[in-house]
Each structure stands twice: as structure tokens, then as C-alpha cells.
């Protein structure tokens, strides 16, 4: 499995999943970016605010994070192999065995997970959770 860490030096991300709740996963993994100065662009469903279609993007990211339902998750492959981007972390609660063999199926390196865990100069308390993570047995 492909270094989670690594995962996160790129520059530019799309992030799926965005919801009107603010208090989500893809929220915080947002901000959290943001903060580190990086590039980040949301794809929606028409009428929710972000972009629609990964080629407005014009190729400006090659790293993609979801943080959907996972009967919403592998609706996405398509544009992703699309718009030439293979390297997707799916969120925690994003994915099951079916969704995790369909992006492997697909040629994508395929992080999992706790995005927030793995993010350079993230919080304090997902850096904590990392460690007692890894310690118990979870996979880096």
C-alpha cells in the first residue's frame, strides 16, 4: 500500500463530499488543507456549491479525496480516470470491500482511512490518534 504520508506533499486536491454541514469530515480535511497553503477544489452535485465537473479543473490537481457514502463512491471513477488523476485517499466510512476493489480494479493507488491523521502539521489530537492507531495495530 502506497505511503499515506507521501500522499499529502502534493499541492492541489479535489475533495468530493463536501455537505452543507460544516461540522464533517470533508469540511475539516478542507480547512486543514487550506491552512497548509495548499490548492483545493470541490466537485458537487449540480446545484451545491463547488464545481460539477473535474474538467473545469483544467488538470490543475492529481490528488483526490472522498468522503461520500460509499454507493456515492464509485460513481466518481470515471471522471477521476478521466481527468487523469490516480492517486485517491477515500475518507473513513467512504468505502467498503466492493468500492476498495472497484479502485483497485481501476489502476488507482488507494489510500484509507482517517485523512485528517496523516496530514503534515495536522492538530494535535489527530497526531495523538495516529499514534495510538499505529501502536494498536492499524496500518500507516
Known amino acids: ?3 499515506k504520508d507521501d500522499f499529502f506533499l502534493a499541492d492541489g486536491f479535489v475533495i468530493y463530499g463536501l ?3 460544516r461540522k464533517t469530515f470533508a469540511h475539516n480535511i478542507k480547512n486543514e488543507l ?3 497553503g495548499k490548492r483545493v ?3 458537487n452535485r449540480p446545484g451545491q456549491a463547488g464545481y460539477t465537473d473535474l474538467k473545469e479543473l483544467n488538470n490543475h490537481v492529481d490528488r ?3 468522503a461520500m457514502k460509499p454507493k456515492n463512491t464509485v460513481s466518481v471513477i470515471d471522471d477521476l480516470v478521466s481527468a487523469d488523476i490516480h492517486k485517491v485517499f477515500l475518507q473513513q466510512g467512504s468505502y467498503d470491500k ?3 476493489a472497484q479502485f483497485a480494479d481501476s489502476g488507482f493507488d488507494v489510500y484509507t482511512g482517517c485523512a485528517m491523521m496523516y496530514m503534515a502539521d495536522a492538530a494535535f489530537i489527530h497526531r495523538f490518534h495516529r499514534f495510538f492507531y499505529e501502536l494498536f495495530g492499524g496500518s500507516k
Do not use: H, K, T
Open 64 to 66: 483526490a479525496i472522498i
Open 34 to 36: 487550506l491552512r497548509q
Open 19 to 21: 455537505s452543507p454541514n
Open 98 to 100: 466492493e468500492v476498495l
Open 1 to 3: 500500500m502506497p505511503d
Open 41 to 43: 477544489f470541490v466537485v
